[in-house]
């Protein structure tokens, strides 16, 4: 088998993501951690992505590929197993637009992290209006996105069910009532109850540390 490697940093979502979906089929692989990813990329970052100089970069037969949903696709198509997508076509579409709607949609719905005062206040309301969009059209009565079985869409928004608890409580904040969000919070629930789920999970103490040192760089860029 070609090697497989992951390159990334321990509290992006976005390389869980990547995680997730290598757990679940079973994918032996090298995860290589980038040290600092904000303020000293690493050489092979650099070399193995050029254009974004992000993580996650996954590298399989020593060709990188980069973005993590772009990532998710490729070992779908490579390794089959344990599929992510359904084998229905119109479901497969389906599946493909919640993931899209996530990628346009995540910057709002974690604004509120990134902003102090009305203007956060206005943040949390346009979180939550995403959300419920998200829970009436896209979740709507089904355990997952996909029905019974966690795929590509479930991914996508994975890092609400594992670290959005994490963001209220570092922005000071709270975007998910039960009372209020009944659908996703039994999604969230059923997400983090899949073994490569809790395995995979950073430590939360470092992960509260780490987003409300990012709050205070956002806060202190927006102050500029």
């Not at 359904?86 to 709002?108: G, L, M, N």
């Not at 346009?126 to 009565?141: D, K, N």
């Amino acid at each position: 088998m070609e090697e497989v490697k992951l390159l990334g940093s321990w509290p992006s979502p976005f390389v869980h993501r990547v995680i997730w979906a290598l757990k679940l089929k079973g994918i032996k692989y090298e995860y290589v951690e980038e040290e600092d990813v904000l303020y000293n990329k690493s050489e092979m970052l650099l070399k193995y992505n050029p254009v974004h100089k992000k993580v996650p970069v996954f590298i399989h037969g020593g060709k990188p590929i980069a973005e993590s949903i772009v990532i998710l696709e490729y070992i779908e198509e490579t390794w089959p197993q344990n599929p992510l997508l359904p084998d229905d076509p119109h479901e497969r579409a389906e599946a493909r637009f919640w993931t899209k709607f996530e990628e346009d949609k995540i910057q709002k719905i974690f604004g509120f992290l990134m902003t102090a005062g009305e203007k956060q206040v206005a943040a949390t309301k346009e979180a939550q209006e995403v959300l419920r969009i998200v829970e009436e059209h896209g979740l709507g009565e089904k355990k997952f996105f996909g029905g019974n079985n966690m795929g590509l869409a479930d991914i996508a928004f994975g890092w609400i069910a594992t670290s959005m608890e994490i963001l209220e409580q570092a922005a000071g904040v709270k975007v998910l009532e039960a009372n209020t969000f009944p659908r996703l919070k039994a999604w969230i629930q059923n997400f983090n109850e899949i073994p490569v789920i809790k395995e995979s999970l950073p430590d939360r103490n470092a992960l509260l540390t780490y987003y409300k040192a990012r709050r205070v760089v956002f806060l202190s860029a927006a102050a500029s």
